[in-house]
């Protein structure tokens, strides 16, 4: 890797690797954008795409941040923010989960739902958009539902979940695959105006006791329809939970469940019982 670091080292401007020098060194030797990504930051250069990030994130998180592996379970209104997020700050693997195809109903409010998507599964129009933004990240693709059964096979791997679901029932099955798994989950649910989130860390059963008593298989959502703001917010809090899960700062909304009302605009964080 010497010759590939010194040629690096000599292009880059500022410490910083623009993208045309990075499709040289894939090009020259041999390698994987993941491959020319991670020597970058290993040498402490920083790939110019996350100029930006720089305020918020160091070089030395950057690179955790290129290390690490989040599943995505869901790719509509939620997922599809959710994997955007973190495939522009630098995450360097996504594994995403969804059976379903793109359908009319999905356009006011799914990101990857266009006329030309129609009919192609979710997970598929994911990989491809987001191998336009960022080559480099490594993007593992399950057509199928998570359950009881598949959930550990799915999620191995991961250091983390991101909740997307629209199911009840699947919700408190993947909390419990990431309570075995030992990885803790960033969930979010949206209806209406009104949206939370929370985040499960392994041995706090957070979801079980929020979902406590309620035998319906879909949340509010179905009573109260989606509009596109709501999964775009709660998404992107999902997202920054994730992050600080992943770099080990700030204070994530653990045995606290964050309430939003966007019709009001009211946000209240509610203590949950450990």
């Known amino acids: 890797m010497g010759a590939l670091h010194d040629f690096l080292r000599a292009g880059s401007r500022d410490g910083l690797v623009p993208l045309a020098l990075h499709r040289d060194a894939v090009i020259r030797f041999g390698l994987a954008d993941a491959d020319v990504e991670d020597a970058i930051l290993s040498l402490g250069l920083l790939p110019e795409r996350y100029l ?6 160091s070089r030395a998180e950057q690179l955790r941040l290129f290390r690490s592996h989040v599943a995505v379970v869901g ?51 994911v990989r491809k958009r987001t191998g336009e933004i960022n080559p ?19 999620l191995a791997g991961a250091n983390l979940a991101v909740d997307a679901l629209d199911s009840i029932p699947a919700r408190i099955e993947l909390a419990g695959v990431c309570e075995r798994l030992n990885i803790p989950l ?34 509010v959502e179905q009573e109260l329809g989606t509009p596109p703001f709501s999964p775009a917010l709660v998404a992107s809090i999902e997202v920054s939970e994730a992050i600080k899960i992943l770099l080990g700062q700030g204070t994530a909304l653990r045995h606290a469940l964050l309430s939003i ?7 209240a964080v509610v203590p949950v019982a450990e």
């Open 52 to 57: 930006r990030n720089t305020r918020t994130i």
């Open 75 to 125: 790719c509509g209104g939620l997922g599809g923010y959710v994997t955007e997020e973190l495939c522009r700050i630098g995450v360097g693997t996504l594994t995403v989960i969804d059976p379903d195809v793109f359908e009319e109903h999905n356009l006011n409010r799914q990101l990857h739902a266009t006329l030309a998507s129609l009919g192609e599964p979710k997970v598929e129009a």
């Open 136 to 154: 480099a990240a490594t993007i593992i693709t399950r057509r199928m539902s998570l359950s009881r059964e598949n959930g550990q096979e799915l």
């Open 186 to 219: 960033a969930h979010g649910s949206v209806g209406g105006w009104y949206g939370q989130v929370t985040v499960q860390y392994p041995g706090d059963r957070t979801l079980e006791k929020l979902y406590a008593g309620c035998t319906a298989d879909k949340g």
């Open 261 to 267: 009302n966007l019709l009001d605009l009211e946000f």
